[in-house]
């Protein structure tokens, strides 16, 4: 009797043990997954916050790319063309450059993130939302692409249209010089009676056999024999003699004669307009 007793004391004695050492054996896997799991939740929670930091910062290289007159930044500084078309096509390729660079960091994430397996819905939203953000500042920048080529289209028409104006102002200014230099412009004569008079520039009239005859303008006035002056930039003219009389019909009051040396006389416009209106000056020296 004892001896059974003893042989099932030490069964259970076993059993227990054996109990005991399975129960150590679950506890301690239990242990190792829960550090597993723990291990990979600190390793998700690092992904997490990596890709969440990565998508801020996309999200402010989208921000970052302005589409009116500021520099994108983090771009890479061009030297201004000397034409604002130029400028403008500049800023347009360098916007274009970094919209595709952006892209290339969504895809680039969007595939790291499917590759370590953390799909996780917050995520994925804040990935499409890039995506269609860039996607929106694309489509404005091929917008003001074409905005640019309508203008530049616009800007060769009026260049063209502000030319002819340019060419026809220019040339109603060379026509008004024209007409007021031919306005401004007299023609004179000068010399003694014998040279006036084969010149033909005048005729005697009346006397009888040569005394007492005048001096009359032939109205026969060859170009050969007389001289431009515009009257616009000069108005004086010298006279190489002793005395002289003024045989045409310029007002008196438009003139002025001044014996200025020996054998030398000045006539000086006083009046330019009224002196103009004869356009031929004789002057008869003595």
Same mark, same amino acid.
């Not at 600190?42 to 990596?50: I, T």
């Not at 004179?188 to 001096?215: D, H, I, R």
């Given at each position: 009797m004892r001896k059974n007793l003893g042989v099932g004391l030490a069964l259970i004695s076993v059993l227990l043990l054996g109990a005991t050492a399975v129960s150590y054996t679950k506890y301690r896997k239990s242990q190792a997954d829960y550090a597993k799991a723990t291990a990979d939740q600190e390793s998700m929670r690092q992904r997490y916050d990596r890709a969440v930091g990565e998508i801020v910062t996309i999200q402010d290289s989208l921000n970052a790319i302005a589409l009116g007159g500021e520099k994108a930044q983090g771009d890479v500084e061009l030297q201004e063309p000397p034409t604002i078309h130029d400028q403008v096509l500049s800023r347009i390729n360098t916007l274009k450059s970094s919209i595709a660079r952006t892209k290339e960091r969504i895809e680039e994430l969007d595939a790291r993130l499917k590759h370590s397996g953390l799909r996780i819905a917050g995520l994925q939203k804040m990935i499409a939302g890039l995506r269609q953000s860039a996607s929106e500042k694309e489509e404005r920048i091929a917008e003001l692409s074409t905005q640019v080529g309508t203008l530049r289209t616009r800007v060769t028409g009026l260049s063209f249209e502000i030319q002819g104006q340019q060419e026809a102002l220019a040339k109603t200014q060379q026509e008004l010089a024209d007409k007021q230099r031919e306005l401004a412009t007299i023609y004179y004569a000068m010399g003694t009676k014998k040279e006036l008079t084969q010149s033909g520039v005048v005729q005697p009239k009346g006397g009888v056999l040569g005394v007492g005859?005048?001096? /009359?303008?032939?109205?026969?006035?060859?170009?050969a024999s007389f001289s431009p002056l515009n009257t616009d930039q000069e108005s004086v003219i010298r006279i190489p003699?002793? /005395?002289?009389?003024v045989l045409s019909a310029q007002p008196p009051s438009s003139y002025s004669l001044q014996t200025v040396g020996k054998d030398m006389v000045e006539l000086h416009i006083l009046d330019r307009t009224e002196f103009r209106k004869v356009k031929h000056l004789v002057i008869l020296k003595a």
């Amino acid at each position: 009797m004892r001896k059974n007793l003893g042989v099932g004391l030490a069964l259970i004695s076993v059993l227990l043990l054996g109990a005991t050492a399975v129960s150590y054996t679950k506890y301690r896997k239990s242990q190792a997954d829960y550090a597993k799991a723990t291990a990979d939740q600190e390793s998700m929670r690092q992904r997490y916050d990596r890709a969440v930091g990565e998508i801020v910062t996309i999200q402010d290289s989208l921000n970052a790319i302005a589409l009116g007159g500021e520099k994108a930044q983090g771009d890479v500084e061009l030297q201004e063309p000397p034409t604002i078309h130029d400028q403008v096509l500049s800023r347009i390729n360098t916007l274009k450059s970094s919209i595709a660079r952006t892209k290339e960091r969504i895809e680039e994430l969007d595939a790291r993130l499917k590759h370590s397996g953390l799909r996780i819905a917050g995520l994925q939203k804040m990935i499409a939302g890039l995506r269609q953000s860039a996607s929106e500042k694309e489509e404005r920048i091929a917008e003001l692409s074409t905005q640019v080529g309508t203008l530049r289209t616009r800007v060769t028409g009026l260049s063209f249209e502000i030319q002819g104006q340019q060419e026809a102002l220019a040339k109603t200014q060379q026509e008004l010089a024209d007409k007021q230099r031919e306005l401004a412009t007299i023609y004179y004569a000068m010399g003694t009676k014998k040279e006036l008079t084969q010149s033909g520039v005048v005729q005697p009239k009346g006397g009888v056999l040569g005394v007492g005859q005048s001096l /009359k303008l032939s109205g026969m006035f060859e170009e050969a024999s007389f001289s431009p002056l515009n009257t616009d930039q000069e108005s004086v003219i010298r006279i190489p003699t002793k /005395k002289v009389q003024v045989l045409s019909a310029q007002p008196p009051s438009s003139y002025s004669l001044q014996t200025v040396g020996k054998d030398m006389v000045e006539l000086h416009i006083l009046d330019r307009t009224e002196f103009r209106k004869v356009k031929h000056l004789v002057i008869l020296k003595a």
